[in-house]
């Protein structure tokens, strides 16, 4: 027990500082209180973060299903030009071979009338006949090579050029000059620009 200002006490008349503040609050705590009012404030944000995920997610479906609607037409658009280009390929490819027939059938019919003649010269047994067979058969494909733009390469007398010759022999001679033709031993030719066979020849120097 205690005694204070005549007062006598015991502890169970002393009140606590809880049920003081209890009572000052109309029974509840101020602890409790602030406890409540921070829930509610904590509620209130994860209440506010919820909807702010659900409206991202949102936002991520809708642009999700953009990509894909993207990606489709786009896979689409590829499967076609694929398509489209092996159409193409096995065009090109046919038409290239049917030119190569169209121009192998002209060059063989260009030349059928040279192995005629060819025939016919290897009928003869006069030796001069034969000769003159032959002379002809070699005009005549002269000709036919000149149909077809084939011209036959120069060489004897001119500068060796190794764009168009094949030297094969050389030889050292003052009666010419440096790196002359001397002698072909075998005819070039070209078509255009191109060259289909190289004149083999002698260079002198």
Do not use: W
């Not at 015991?10 to 101020?30: F, R, V």
């Not at 509620?43 to 809708?62: F, P, Q, T, Y």
């Not at 016919?120 to 000709?143: H, N, P, T």
């Not at 390469?153 to 033709?181: K, M, Q, R, T, W």
Request: aromatic letters at 4%.
């Amino acid at each position: 027990m205690i005694e204070e200002k005549g007062e006598v006490l015991n502890e169970n008349s002393i009140p606590a500082d809880n049920e003081a503040k209890t009572e000052l609050t109309g029974g509840e705590s101020s602890e409790n209180i602030a406890d409540k009012k921070n829930k509610k404030r904590d509620d209130k944000a994860s209440k506010a973060e919820i909807v702010r995920l659900e409206a991202a997610l949102r936002e991520a479906n809708k642009q999700l299903d953009e990509m894909k609607k993207e990606h489709d037409a786009l896979n689409e658009r590829y499967l076609r030009m694929m398509a489209e280009y092996d159409n193409y390929r096995k065009r090109v490819t046919k038409e290239r071979q049917s030119l190569s027939n169209d121009i192998a059938a002209d060059v063989i019919a260009d030349i059928l009338p040279i192995y005629d003649d060819l025939e016919r010269a290897s009928a003869f047994s006069d030796a001069e006949k034969v000769a003159e067979g032959l002379a002809l058969i070699c005009k005549s494909f002269s000709d036919t090579l000149a149909k077809l733009g084939v011209t036959e390469i120069e060489a004897l007398g001119c500068s060796f050029d190794p764009n168009i010759h094949n030297a094969v022999l050389h030889i050292e001679d003052e009666a010419y000059g440096e790196n002359v033709v001397v002698d072909v031993l075998q005819k070039g030719y070209m078509k255009g620009e191109k060259v289909i066979r190289y004149a083999m020849v002698k260079v002198a120097n």
